[in-house]
């Protein structure tokens, strides 16, 4: 079974005349010529290539039976077959194929030695109309693992050629990427082009980068995208955009590997033109406006529509609303360099205090404290409590070098009810 759930199907025809089909599957074959059927994406003369039949050789049908096989673990067929006919001691041979859809990105993450179109010409020369992409069937990547490594060898390059399909945990491979390891090439050095309102060394701090850190541009890309993006947007730039990383191979007696040039797009900074509320019934929008550290007219910072966020949450949990989720969409204005701040509120349902115990602490300690205990059974559940009481209350009599307790908060969601348990000495 492949790895998209598709099966193999190898199968042979095999076409002579009746009266002597005995005879002449024994027989060697004198191959006359070869023909495919079925191609659309290949070229005819392709797909002979890689089968490894020509005209003027003399085969078994063994033979044919292990190109059919040879093909097939190429991963660029979902069937192959065969038949031949044999007239006055010549024989065609014609493959039938069917093609896979090739929709799978490819990456090359670190052959700085190359450009990427040299590298999908170089493969292609082998590999029939590769184009940077490939299907996802199973042989294919290994069939690119052995030209990449066939490619180094031929330039003299050390190095190992890794396949590392590339996916969100939980879901389909979105790329296959390959890279080169043992050695891999080192990142020499690092510049962001176009890059003017963060300095050039504060945007590679933030990748943190270790010494002698490898080239990646699986890495770098992904960075770009996320890492450095946020960065922007904690100053405004919302429209901020990396281009692909462009590497050349760099050799000194510093450095062997890469030096590696990030394209960016910083664009304009934004500022605040309103809030917007959704889905919110127990809290008013003036409230919640008021829990957003943004003025109006101010650059829109990522960070504070997080702390944003957490203030909406602290502010619902108080009030028993242990569930809430407020999401936000950034409604760009694009001509006045203004943003509208949507947030959707899930308030969820409230909750009241259940249980109170305190693990490990003696019946007289856990009187005493329960005594103290503000928040009783029944009453709205606050989210905050729990951490109040224990600095408050229960810190101040620990002794020194005393652990302090866990806090261990429970949920009934059935019941809506919340159960807290403060475990000392665990």
């Given at each position: 079974?492949?790895?998209t759930?598709?099966?193999?199907?190898?199968?042979?025809?095999?076409?002579?005349?009746?009266?002597?089909?005995?005879?002449?599957?024994?027989?060697?074959?004198?191959v006359?010529?070869?023909?495919?059927?079925?191609?659309?994406?290949?070229a005819?003369?392709d797909?002979a290539?890689?089968?490894?039949v020509a005209?003027?050789?003399t085969?078994?049908?063994?033979?044919?039976?292990?190109?059919?096989?040879?093909?097939?673990?190429?991963?660029?067929?979902?069937?192959?077959?065969?038949?031949?006919?044999?007239?006055?001691?010549?024989?065609?041979?014609t493959?039938?194929?069917?093609?896979?859809?090739?929709?799978?990105?490819v990456?090359?993450d670190?052959?700085v030695?190359?450009?990427?179109?040299?590298?999908?010409?170089?493969?292609?020369?082998?590999?029939?109309?590769?184009?940077?992409?490939?299907?996802?069937?199973?042989?294919?990547?290994?069939?690119?693992?052995?030209?990449?490594?066939?490619?180094?060898?031929?330039?003299?390059?050390?190095?190992?050629?890794?396949?590392?399909?590339?996916?969100t945990?939980?879901?389909?491979?979105?790329?296959?990427t390959?890279k080169?390891?043992n050695?891999s090439?080192?990142?020499?050095?690092l510049?962001?082009?176009?890059?003017s309102?963060?300095?050039?060394?504060?945007?590679?701090?933030?990748?943190?980068?270790?010494?002698?850190?490898?080239?990646?541009?699986s890495?770098l890309?992904s960075?770009?995208?996320?890492?450095?993006?946020?960065?922007?947007?904690?100053r405004?730039?919302?429209?901020?955009?990396?281009?692909?990383?462009?590497?050349?191979?760099?050799?000194?007696?510093?450095?062997?590997?890469?030096?590696?040039?990030v394209?960016?797009?910083?664009?304009s900074?934004?500022?605040?033109?309103?809030?917007?509320w959704?889905?919110n019934?127990?809290?008013?929008?003036?409230?919640?406006?008021?829990?957003?550290p943004?003025?109006?007219?101010?650059?829109v910072?990522?960070m504070?529509?997080?702390?944003?966020?957490?203030?909406?949450?602290r502010?619902?949990?108080?009030?028993?609303?242990?569930?809430?989720?407020a999401?936000?969409?950034?409604?760009?204005?694009?001509?006045?360099?203004?943003?509208?701040?949507?947030?959707?509120?899930?308030?969820g349902?409230?909750?009241?205090?259940?249980?109170?115990?305190?693990?490990?602490?003696d019946v007289?300690?856990?009187?005493?404290?329960?005594?103290?205990?503000?928040?009783?059974?029944?009453?709205?559940?606050?989210?905050?409590?729990p951490g109040?009481f224990?600095?408050q209350?229960?810190?101040?009599r620990?002794?020194?070098?005393?652990?302090?307790?866990?806090i261990?908060?429970?949920?009934?969601?059935?019941?809506?009810?919340?159960?807290v348990?403060?475990?000392?000495?665990?």
């Amino acid at each position: 079974m492949t790895s998209t759930g598709r099966r193999w199907v190898v199968w042979a025809w095999l076409a002579a005349l009746s009266s002597t089909m005995a005879s002449q599957s024994a027989a060697p074959l004198v191959v006359a010529a070869v023909d495919v059927q079925g191609v659309r994406r290949y070229a005819v003369t392709d797909v002979a290539r890689v089968s490894g039949v020509a005209p003027g050789q003399t085969l078994s049908v063994a033979d044919l039976d292990a190109a059919v096989n040879r093909m097939a673990a190429t991963g660029l067929f979902t069937e192959v077959a065969y038949r031949y006919a044999t007239r006055a001691g010549r024989t065609t041979v014609t493959f039938i194929v069917a093609e896979p859809e090739w929709s799978m990105p490819v990456e090359f993450d670190n052959f700085v030695w190359f450009s990427d179109e040299a590298l999908v010409a170089a493969i292609r020369e082998t590999v029939p109309s590769f184009d940077g992409t490939a299907p996802a069937l199973a042989g294919f990547s290994d069939l690119l693992t052995r030209e990449l490594q066939n490619l180094l060898k031929s330039r003299n390059i050390e190095g190992t050629v890794l396949f590392l399909p590339q996916g969100t945990l939980g879901k389909d491979i979105e790329r296959y990427t390959f890279k080169v390891s043992n050695p891999s090439p080192r990142l020499c050095s690092l510049s962001f082009a176009g890059a003017s309102a963060i300095k050039q060394s504060e945007l590679t701090a933030a990748l943190s980068l270790p010494p002698n850190a490898d080239h990646s541009v699986s890495f770098l890309r992904s960075a770009s995208h996320g890492t450095l993006t946020n960065l922007y947007r904690q100053r405004g730039y919302w429209r901020a955009g990396f281009g692909s990383p462009r590497a050349t191979f760099v050799q000194s007696e510093q450095c062997s590997g890469a030096a590696v040039t990030v394209p960016v797009d910083e664009g304009s900074v934004y500022a605040l033109d309103r809030n917007e509320w959704t889905g919110n019934t127990v809290l008013a929008a003036s409230q919640l406006d008021q829990l957003v550290p943004l003025p109006k007219g101010a650059p829109v910072n990522i960070m504070l529509i997080e702390d944003a966020q957490r203030r909406i949450r602290r502010a619902y949990g108080a009030q028993g609303y242990i569930m809430q989720q407020a999401s936000y969409d950034a409604r760009l204005d694009d001509a006045g360099k203004t943003v509208v701040l949507a947030f959707t509120v899930n308030e969820g349902p409230q909750f009241k205090m259940g249980s109170l115990s305190f693990p490990g602490l003696d019946v007289a300690g856990a009187a005493v404290l329960t005594k103290e205990w503000r928040v009783k059974p029944g009453d709205v559940y606050d989210a905050d409590y729990p951490g109040k009481f224990a600095d408050q209350v229960i810190r101040p009599r620990l002794r020194p070098g005393t652990k302090p307790p866990d806090i261990r908060v429970g949920v009934d969601a059935e019941k809506r009810l919340v159960n807290v348990a403060i475990a000392f000495g665990s």
